[in-house]
C-alpha cells in the first residue's frame, strides 16, 4: 500500500511559479512510477506529468511541456511538480498518482487527496 499527501498549493499571479509536493508513505516508493493530474472545474481529470521510479524517464502534457519539471527523490519519499509562467487555464485541483508498474500512469492504482492550485490573471 501507498499513501500520497500533496501540499503546497495555492493562488499564485499568472506567470507565477509554485512548487507541489507529493509525501508517500512506503518501502517500496522508489519502484514506483510518481506522477500528477489535475482537474478542473468541470472538465475529465487529465494527466500532466509523470517520473519513472529512477527518475531517468519523464513525461508531459503538452499543456504544459516546457513550463512544469517533475521531479522526485527517492530519499525522501517524494515527488515534485515545479510550475513555472503559470496560466489562469492551470487552474486546477492537483493529485498525486503512483503505479508499480506503468511509468506512463495510464491508469494509476494509488491518488491522493489533491490540492488546490488557482492561478489569478
Known amino acids: 500500500q501507498v499513501q500520497l499527501v500533496e501540499s503546497g498549493g495555492g493562488l499564485v499571479q499568472a506567470g507565477g511559479s509554485l512548487r507541489l509536493s507529493c509525501a508517500a508513505s512506503g518501502r517500496t516508493f522508489s519502484s514506483y512510477a510518481m506522477g500528477w493530474f489535475r482537474q478542473a472545474p468541470g472538465k475529465n481529470r487529465e494527466f500532466v506529468a509523470a517520473?519513472?521510479?529512477?527518475?531517468?524517464?519523464?513525461y508531459y502534457a503538452d499543456s504544459v511541456k516546457g513550463r512544469f519539471t517533475i521531479s522526485r527523490e527517492n530519499a525522501k519519499n517524494t515527488v515534485y511538480l515545479r510550475m513555472n509562467s503559470v496560466k489562469p487555464e492551470d487552474t486546477a485541483v492537483y493529485y498525486c498518482?503512483?503505479?508499480?508498474?506503468?511509468?506512463?500512469?495510464?491508469?494509476?492504482?494509488?491518488w491522493g487527496q489533491g490540492t488546490q492550485v488557482t492561478v489569478s490573471s
Open positions: 517520473i519513472s521510479w529512477s527518475g531517468g524517464s519523464t
Open positions: 498518482a503512483a503505479d508499480p508498474y506503468d511509468r506512463r500512469l495510464v491508469a494509476p492504482d494509488y
